[in-house]
C-alpha cells in the first residue's frame, strides 16, 4: 500500500545545532508536502510546505529539501532552540486529503 | 484569534452515548477537513468538505459517524452509539484553496468509559 512514514521515531540534539528530520514517501501521484510541529495537547501546526515541482525552500530558520527521484523529504532546523522540542509529521497530498507519516519526537538538550 | 476553533476541547461520556463536536473554521476557508489522531500516530483523514458540500468520506467514517457543514461555515460531527475504538482527539482543519496547507485546530479529545 501507499505509506508516508519517518526512518526514525526519536532525534536527540543540542541546543544550538542543526536537526535534520527525514522522511520517505510512496505515493509517486503527491504533489504536495507539508511539515507540520504538534506539542502535547495540541493540534499540527504548519511549519512549512513544498509543491512537487521544486526541490528545495526556505523559511525562518527551516528549510525543506524534496528529491522526487529517491521519494525523500527532509526538513532541516537551523540553531534548534528548546521551544522546537515537539512531534514532526510529514504529509503528503494526494487528490483531496493529507496522508500523515506516524511522527518523530525532537528533543533538545540544553 | 481567528485560528480553527473546536469544541468541547474534552468530551468523556459512557460507551453507547451520541457526541457531538462542533469546528469553526478560518472565515473564509472554503475547505472544511475532518481527523482523527490516536496516541503515537499521525492524523487519519476522515472526511472534507468544499463550502457545505461533502466530497469524499474515508473508510474509517462508518455509518455512525457524520458530519454536516450546512452553511458553509461551521462543522459538527456526530458519533452515534460510541465504542471504545472511538476514543480518540478529533481534529479539524480548513484551508481557502486545494493546494495550500491546512490549518489545525487543536482538536476535541473524546474518551469513552
Sequence with gaps: GESVGLHLPTLSVQEGDNSI???????????????YKQES???????????SNMDKRQGQRVTVLLNKTVKHLSLQIAATQPGDSAVYFCAEKANSKLTFGKGITLSVRP | DTGVSQNPRHKITKRGQNVTFRCDPISEHNRLYWY???????PEFLTYFQNEAQLEKSRLLSDRFSA?????????????????????????????????????????RLSIL
Excluded at chain 1, 41 to 51: A, E, L, S, T, V
Excluded at chain 2, 36 to 42: A, H, S
Aim: proline share 5%.
Design chain 2, 68 to 108: 454536516e457543514r450546512p452553511k458553509g461555515s461551521f462543522s459538527t460531527l456526530e458519533i452515534q452509539r460510541t465504542e471504545q475504538g472511538d476514543s480518540a482527539m478529533y481534529l479539524c482543519a480548513s484551508s481557502p484553496l486545494w493546494d495550500q496547507p491546512q490549518h489545525f485546530g487543536d482538536g476535541t
Design chain 2, 36 to 42: 482523527r489522531q490516536t496516541l503515537g500516530q499521525g
Design chain 1, 41 to 51: 495537547g495540541k493540534g499540527p501546526q504548519f511549519i512549512i510546505d513544498i509543491r
Design chain 1, 21 to 35: 528530520i527525514n522522511c520517505a514517501y510512496s505515493n509517486s501521484a503527491s504533489d504536495y508536502f507539508i511539515w
